[in-house]
């Protein structure tokens, strides 16, 4: 219930001390920082979060076995504003744990039908023309649980496995460029990481050349040990897998490579006991932040109700809420900016009544695309899948004001 105690924390912080027979003492008494010298600067030469903010923390699902190193730590999105992640609370998903890795010991190979294979140290990289862009990137396992219904108690282990930052590098078209590959022949790059895991993804070469970036910079600095310093591929729209960390070698070819990350994992199985493979692209999807589950309304009245919605396939056009399970919707404001691929902040004003609610949301994107209901996804993907659940999240709201995970239809 750990998150559960972060997302109350978040209600707790607005409540005022009761105030006194003689009003109220945090007007009253004049607190020691009225009086005294503050803290000199530089006391930490790498600032941290106020003492008060320290439940806000990436944790680990309750509900989640951790194997060995592979595990996963989930974004406390109940306890953020606006769209960026700050790096320290970046999801992390490592297959064979994290390595804070010597950027000078570093090389990225790009090799296969290219005219000049080279070798890049980061210097090298970090020398050509790069490009800062926002984007989200989410695991395809994200909302996983919800496909068998165990109402998994936060909107942290519901959905983060998802962030957005500002990532800084070269374009990867670029780099292909500067190795002289053939635009006729090469259909595929292969991406492949320098840990353990030997993590290995395909990707299309009109994905590869249209927006995907070889970062090294993250919100402003580069890239956390956790998140693939210090490079990592960028493939905005597509799966988490897809985002190589400690990217070490790129191959192109005219073929998918078929690795075990992309035939075995990160597949859907279907009723009909097929499978589906590279579904990369992560459709449109949204989820109520707050109040979300694990909060507590603590009196009837105004709420701001606030979530984050994002579409693989461009920008987000449209976010619809609900208060009565979906019966009747009104549009949400979105706040700007709203970009492309990355996520976008919507909000709608509700007066709770003090009476059961079922809170909503709904993304439409650029494409026309709408989320779907739970039930409408089940009836075209059945209920043995894992990944690319994109469905409508529900949030129960009870006359005691607290809010838990609920699938309504
Ligand atoms: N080298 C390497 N890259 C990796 C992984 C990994 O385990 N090793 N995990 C992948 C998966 S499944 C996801 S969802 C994202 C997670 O990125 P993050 O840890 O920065 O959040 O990285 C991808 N890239
Ligand atoms: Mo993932």
């Known amino acids: 219930?750990?998150?559960?105690?972060?997302?109350?924390?978040?209600?707790?912080?607005?409540?005022?001390?009761?105030?006194?027979?003689?009003?109220?003492?945090?007007?009253?008494?004049?607190?020691?920082?009225?009086?005294?010298?503050?803290?000199?600067?530089?006391?930490?030469?790498?600032?941290?979060?106020?003492?008060?903010?320290?439940?806000?923390?990436?944790?680990?699902?309750?509900?989640?076995?951790?194997?060995?190193?592979?595990?996963?730590?989930?974004?406390?999105?109940?306890?953020?504003?606006?769209?960026?992640?700050?790096?320290?609370?970046?999801?992390?998903?490592?297959?064979?744990?994290?390595?804070?890795?010597?950027?000078?010991?570093?090389?990225?190979?790009?090799?296969?039908m290219v005219r000049n294979p080279k070798v890049y140290t980061m210097d090298d990289l970090m020398r050509l023309p790069s490009v800062s862009r926002i984007h989200f990137i989410e695991c395809g396992a994200n909302s996983g649980?919800?496909?068998?219904?165990?109402?998994?108690?936060t909107v942290q282990y519901t959905h983060g496995m998802l962030s957005c930052c500002e990532?800084?590098?070269?374009?990867?078209?670029?780099?292909?460029?500067d190795c002289g590959f053939d635009?006729?022949?090469?259909?595929?790059?292969?991406?492949?990481?320098?840990?353990?895991?030997?993590?290995?993804?395909?990707?299309?070469?009109?994905?590869?050349?249209?927006?995907?970036?070889?970062?090294?910079?993250?919100?402003?600095?580069?890239?956390?040990?956790?998140?693939?310093y210090p490079l990592r591929l960028v493939v905005p729209g597509v799966q988490g897998v897809s985002w190589v960390k400690w990217l070490r070698r790129l191959e192109v070819g005219d073929q998918p490579w078929h690795t075990r990350e992309e035939v075995m994992h990160y597949i859907d199985l279907m009723p009909d006991g097929s499978h589906r493979q590279f579904t990369s692209i992560q459709e449109a999807k949204s989820v109520i932040t707050s109040p979300s589950g694990g909060q507590k309304l603590l009196d009837k009245g105004f709420y701001n109700v606030t979530g984050l919605a994002w579409s693989g396939r461009g920008r987000i056009k449209r976010v619809d809420v609900s208060v009565d399970g979906g019966r009747n919707w009104k549009t949400a404001r979105l706040e700007t900016p709203v970009l492309s691929k990355a996520l976008t902040r919507f909000s709608l004003g509700w007066v709770w009544d003090g009476g059961p609610a079922i809170l909503q949301s709904r993304a439409l994107d650029e494409t026309g695309?709408?989320?779907?209901?739970?039930?409408q996804l089940r009836a075209v993907r059945g209920t043995r899948s894992i990944y690319h659940n994109n469905a409508i999240?529900?949030?129960k709201v009870a006359d005691t004001g607290e809010v838990s995970n609920v699938q309504v239809s």
């Open 145 to 153: 649980m919800e496909w068998a219904n165990v109402a998994v108690p």
């Open 183 to 228: 635009r006729k022949t090469a259909r595929f790059i292969l991406a492949e990481s320098a840990d353990g895991a030997g993590l290995t993804r395909t990707i299309g070469i009109d994905r590869a050349l249209d927006d995907a970036i070889v970062a090294w910079g993250m919100n402003g600095e580069m890239l956390r040990p956790e998140n693939g």
């Open 1 to 112: 219930m750990a998150g559960g105690a972060a997302a109350l924390a978040l209600t707790g912080r607005m409540l005022a001390a009761e105030p006194g027979a003689r009003g109220d003492p945090a007007i009253l008494d004049l607190p020691a920082h009225s009086k005294a010298l503050g803290q000199p600067v530089a006391a930490h030469g790498y600032g941290l979060p106020s003492v008060h903010e320290k439940n806000l923390q990436r944790r680990e699902s309750p509900g989640l076995t951790r194997v060995s190193q592979a595990s996963v730590s989930f974004t406390p999105l109940q306890g953020l504003f606006g769209i960026i992640t700050p790096n320290g609370l970046h999801f992390e998903r490592h297959h064979q744990g994290w390595w804070d890795i010597d950027p000078a010991k570093h090389r990225l190979m790009v090799m296969g």
């Open 167 to 177: 990532f800084t590098g070269v374009p990867l078209s670029a780099l292909l460029d």
């Open 393 to 395: 999240q529900s949030w």
């Open 369 to 375: 695309y709408v989320q779907p209901r739970m039930n």
